[in-house]
């Protein structure tokens, strides 16, 4: 119960200074959203397209399967979609039954084409292809259906051959226009809101890592450092507290700053909220337990060295100058270890990707982290 009154009084405490957290969390905000809209040039969503692969494996041999896989053809001509030949490089597998054409005629669509995927698979592009073949199964149904109308009816003045040759070219048109006025998002790809409310975010975490940094250095906070001397806690129970009271501000300013950008553009941290909240959680443990870890090697002297060259390499690598969607000579760029760590996860969980995949990093990460802040609380203790 003390334990919970010692979390309770310091996040009143915190709270109380609401002016200045509003500020630590707007600043990396408008930044971003001033950055977004000054480098949207180098986003381009109008040309995005689906890059996960789709095998068809066609087992109707009638003329209905083979016009399914001549459109998916001509739209990966154009690099709309990715179709594949080769089974084993595919994400996603579409079956066409083989009595595809022979329901469609009879208009009973007994057999629909079947998808499944294969592997780790964006639940986007599933979508859209699941979508697409809907759509062209849809269309060919009623084109049969207009083709039946017209060959039983006496008093036509048009052929039946000449109602499929237009109902054929009427077909290929409108599936091509549906596909187009879809906008999609490929795995890769994101627009520059969203780029930089992911990147503001991790900059923000960067924030609260120099403020663990400091803690245990800065003058400003000498006098509250007195005040929990006092209080009947050992060094490690203080030191765990604390770090559970920075993670509960830091999640919750966090989501302060996730919602400003989700008012501004709904599209932003898309994808499962739980996923959201999973990884809020888990950067506030890492960079706050590794700010405490690195306050046992800094100095109120060279805080502010240490500070800069973090914030430097996290605007180099992070993306927050976008260099390498701005020329290919900084392509190197693209994928580093840092954008893999903070960004990478939070485009997965908008392309419908579960962290559930992702354990098998975070395990590792947590129980080091774990280890080595133990080892922190027991050497702060040997000190005393």
């Known amino acids: 119960m003390r334990y919970i009154r010692y979390i309770k009084a310091n996040l009143i405490s915190s709270l109380k200074s609401i002016p200045a957290l509003l500020m630590l969390v707007l600043m990396p905000f408008l930044l971003m959203f001033f950055l977004a809209f000054s480098t949207k040039g180098a986003f381009n969503p109008s040309n995005l397209t689906i890059e996960t692969k789709i095998y068809i494996d066609n087992q109707d041999k009638g003329a209905y399967g083979e016009q399914v896989v001549a459109l998916f053809e001509k739209l990966t001509e154009e690099k709309q979609i990715a179709l594949t030949s080769v089974k084993e490089n595919a994400k996603v597998i579409a079956t066409i039954p083989s009595d595809f054409t022979e329901s469609i005629q009879t208009r009973s669509q007994a057999t629909p084409i079947t998808l499944e995927k294969s592997g780790r698979t964006s639940n986007t592009s599933f979508a859209v292809y699941e979508s697409l073949l809907k759509t062209m199964t849809s269309q060919l149904l009623e084109a049969s259906s207009v083709m039946n109308a017209v060959a039983e009816s006496q008093n036509s003045s048009i052929t039946p051959e000449q109602a499929a040759g237009i109902l054929a070219a009427l077909q290929q048109e409108i599936l091509v226009g549906a596909f187009e006025t879809e906008q999609v998002e490929a795995e890769s790809q994101v627009t520059a809101n969203q780029h930089y409310a992911i990147t503001g975010l991790g900059f923000l ?142 485009v997965e969980v908008m392309n419908g990707v579960s962290v559930g995949g992702m354990i098998t990093v975070v395990a590792p990460i947590i129980l080091i982290l774990g280890l080595a802040f133990n080892w922190s609380l027991k050497r702060k203790e040997a000190r005393q």
């Open 205 to 346: 975490f960067m924030m609260f890592l120099e403020t663990a940094m400091g803690f245990g250095v800065k003058k400003e906070f000498s006098g509250l450092r007195k005040r929990l001397d006092v209080l009947p806690f050992s060094i490690s129970e203080k030191n765990r507290l604390d770090l559970a009271v920075n993670m509960i501000m830091t999640t919750l300013l966090s989501f302060v700053y996730i919602g400003l950008w989700k008012i501004l553009d709904p599209t932003t941290f898309g994808g499962n909220f739980g996923s959201i909240i999973v990884l809020i959680v888990f950067y506030s443990l890492v960079f706050n337990a590794l700010g405490n870890l690195i306050g046992n090697f800094v100095t109120e002297k060279n805080l502010p060295a240490f500070s800069t060259s973090i914030n430097l390499i996290y605007m180099f690598l992070s993306g927050m100058i976008p260099l390498d969607r701005i020329s290919s000579t900084f392509s190197f760029l693209s994928g580093n270890p840092l954008q893999k760590f903070m960004y990478t996860p939070f």
